[in-house]
Structure formats: structure tokens, C-alpha cells
């Protein structure tokens, strides 16, 4: 809820079917990002194949909780919580801690592609990002609920005394519900992982820059193709930085924007409700690369040059 800029009756339900829309995309998307990995994983195992597989995993409980911390409200009395509330109200707030932190894990994962470049050897490398993204949230959410923070949320239109929107998430009766909700979702991993990702964003512009000015060719082949190349090789750079936003879950970042204008109330919550299906589309179109090259020889270099550096993201070029 938005202390500064109030939301009217009418917005507030709106926003709440975009929301509700975007939720069940994403949880049709994730899940067929969830079947494909699982199956490349079987043919080709891979470090980043995992990592994505998680970030997924924790895209699809975050979504697929939301949904159901939503409509189990709708059974519950005005004054009523229940511990099915509190459960959902925890598992909820866990899968989105999880999710922040697979981000943030992503774009470690990115660091060691873009600077170590495979010359490092961790061992159970997996097994210790799995302790630091499912762990670190497990913690969290154990802590919270053993103080009761879980229960009931009402999110109340301006003007309006009646609650418009409620869902179990944590309770409004909770006396210091604010404070434990700006630290623990906001002020620590949201912050940090927008943080440290947008460094590694900025990585890759800068790895993507040096490649650009290292491969400039000087051939005179006339000024109108040397053009067209240079605005094909600067298309291929933005799909890929947009690509690579959205999977180490910049979009959060826009938060900021809600407490300026309710345009900006729209712009993050379609953008973030519609995360499983941004992180679904790089993946899901090299894991079609991988099977048609494999049926597909004659075009496989065709589809090495121009598929994947235009629909997927650096670290997938850089993993191929």
C-alpha cells in the first residue's frame, strides 16, 4: 500500500485483475520453462541450466501462492484469519524472498561467465547456491512466522473505510507489520539484489562494447551496409541487455516509480506480474535452438549467428 500517492476504488480492481491475469501467464510459462530445462538438464548438464531451473522453480511458487493467498481470502469472514491464512501469508513472502534471491544468484552466476570465464572449479557449486537461495529465505520466513507475523491483509482505496482488496499476507494487526515488511522484502534483498545486478548489467554493456570495438571491421563495402550492420549488431545488444534485465528481476527496481504517479502503479505491477513469462521466452528459445540445430545441421550456423544473439540472453552465448 502506497503511503504517498492514493489509489481510487475503481484502480485498485483493475490492478488487481492485471494482476491476477499476469500471475496465471506466468505460471503457464514457468511451468514450460520448468519442462524444458528439466529435459536439457537430462541431455546436457549444465551449471546455468540449474541456476535458471531455480530462479524458475521460485517464479512459479511465487505466483502460484499469490494466486491462492488471493482467492483463499474470499472464504475467510471480515474478521477472520485462520492458519491456512498465516500458512499461504508465509509461503507467500518465502517465495518471494526466494525469488530476490535466485535473482541475485543469476547475476552472480553472470559474473563468473563474463570475468572468470570457466577458469574456476567450484565444488557442489550448485548445491551452495541452493543453500544460499532456498536457505537464507527459509530462514527469514521461520523467524517471522514463529513472531506471528502472518495473517490477513486489507489494502483500503483512498476515500473508501471498507477494504477493497485483501489477501494473507502479513497481518495488518501486527503492530510492527510496516517495519518487518520494509526490511525483510524491501530495504535488505529487494535493494541488494537491484544493487548488485545492475552492476552486472552494466558488466555485460561494457563486455558487449569491448566485443563491438574489438570485431569493428574496415572494410569498405559501402557506407549503407556498414550501417545496416551496425544497427543490426546495436538491435542485437538491446535484446540482449532487455533480455538480461528481466531475468535478474530489475523490473522490481521500478517500485520507485509507484510513489510518483499511478501510470507508474501500472507500469510495475504488468511488468512484474508478466516476470515468469519475461524469464520464460529467452530460455525457452534456445532450448528450441538446441532441438532444431540438432535436426536442423545445414542451418545450424545460420541459427549460431543470428537466433541466439537476437532472443537470448549474453550468458546463454557465452554457455553455448
Not at 124 to 133: E, F
Not at 180 to 191: G, K
Not at 237 to 257: F, N, R
Request: charged share 10%; hydrophobic share 45%.
Amino acid at each position: 500500500q502506497n503511503p504517498v500517492l492514493e489509489v481510487g476504488e475503481s484502480d485498485a480492481v483493475i490492478l488487481s485483475y492485471i494482476t491476477y491475469i499476469g500471475s496465471a501467464l506466468s505460471i503457464f510459462f514457468t511451468v514450460i520453462s520448468l519442462i524444458l530445462y528439466i529435459c536439457l538438464q537430462r541431455r546436457r548438464p549444465e551449471k546455468a541450466i540449474g541456476v535458471h531451473l531455480q530462479l524458475s522453480g521460485a517464479l512459479l511458487c511465487l505466483h502460484l501462492t499469490f494466486l491462492l493467498c488471493s482467492f483463499w481470502v474470499w472464504h475467510l469472514n471480515e474478521n477472520e484469519e485462520g492458519w491456512v491464512c498465516q500458512g499461504l501469508g508465509l509461503f507467500l513472502h518465502w517465495s518471494l524472498l526466494a525469488t530476490f534471491s535466485w535473482a541475485a544468484l543469476e547475476g552472480f552466476h553472470l559474473y563468473l561467465l563474463l570475468v572468470r570465464v570457466f577458469n574456476i572449479y567450484v565444488r557442489r557449486y550448485l548445491l551452495k547456491l541452493s543453500v544460499v537461495g532456498w536457505g537464507v529465505p527459509t530462514l527469514v520466513a521461520a523467524v517471522c512466522g514463529i513472531s506471528g507475523v502472518y495473517g490477513k491483509y486489507s489494502l483500503r482505496a483512498a476515500n473508501n473505510q471498507t477494504s477493497t482488496a485483501q489477501i494473507c499476507w502479513m497481518s495488518s494487526q501486527f503492530p510492527q507489520r510496516l517495519l518487518v515488511s520494509y526490511i525483510t522484502t524491501v530495504a535488505v534483498p529487494c535493494v541488494l539484489m537491484i544493487l548488485c545486478n545492475s552492476c552486472m548489467l552494466g558488466l555485460v554493456v561494457f563486455k558487449l562494447w569491448g566485443l563491438r570495438a574489438g570485431s569493428g571491421g574496415t572494410e569498405s563495402s559501402g557506407w549503407k551496409k556498414i550501417n545496416r550492420e551496425k544497427g543490426m549488431k546495436l538491435l542485437k545488444d538491446c535484446a540482449t541487455v532487455l533480455g538480461l534485465s528481466c531475468v535478474l528481476g530489475l523490473p522490481w527496481g521500478l517500485a520507485s516509480i509507484t510513489y510518483i504517479s499511478l501510470p507508474g502503479i501500472y507500469i510495475f505491477t504488468i511488468l512484474n506480474s508478466l516476470q515468469g513469462q519475461y524469464v520464460h521466452d529467452p530460455h525457452i528459445k534456445y532450448s528450441a535452438f538446441m532441438i532444431y540445430q540438432k535436426y536442423s545441421q545445414p542451418f545450424s550456423f545460420l541459427l549460431r549467428r543470428v537466433y541466439v544473439p537476437v532472443v537470448c540472453g549474453f550468458d546463454l552465448q557465452v554457455s553455448i
